[in-house]
């Protein structure tokens, strides 16, 4: 019986991959449990005609939550809308000036956003407001903003130092 001299190589490789598709794997999470869910109600409501209280609320706060997962996604996958008419026609120095200046300024707002997003769930919490269907405290469903927020930031820094905007096309050296 042979044992793998390097025990670590399994869970770092692990956690390489989790970390490579940990938004993936929430927003996929997501959007399968928010079709479950409807289409629990559908059959709730139209084949045995007793409508369940909480299926709308649970599915508009997952849609929340699978928008703020999925924008840290679509900025790790450079997948976000933009207007690339300067980087399409900037040349040389200024290009990567330009790349690195919209993503400062991207995370600039992703942290600025952050701060005032906990400062509102502080609030809320504090409140003691809760779901009307579910019952579950709203700060929970707030959270998705500073958490969504958090993840952009962290993937735009990853992005400023792998390149990944440039492996996927996006600012492409012209001079």
Known sequence: METDPHPSSKARTAIVWLFNNF????????LSLFSIVL????????????????????????LIWTAF????LAVKESRFIN????????RGWFTHALRWTMHIGFMAFCMV??????????RVANSGQVSPAMGIPMWIVYSAAPIGLTLATLRTIETLITGAD???????DKS
């Open 23 to 30: 938004e993936r794997i929430l927003v996929a999470s997501f």
């Open 39 to 62: 289409i629990l109600q559908v059959f709730m409501r139209f084949v045995l005609r007793m409508p369940l209280p909480w299926p709308e609320e649970f599915s508009r706060y997952l």
């Open 69 to 72: 997962v999925g924008s840290s």
């Open 166 to 172: 440039l492996k996927a096309g996006h600012f492409e």
């Open 83 to 90: 207007i690339d008419i300067l980087p399409t026609m900037s």
């Open 113 to 122: 956003s952050t701060y005032f997003s906990i400062d509102f769930i502080h």
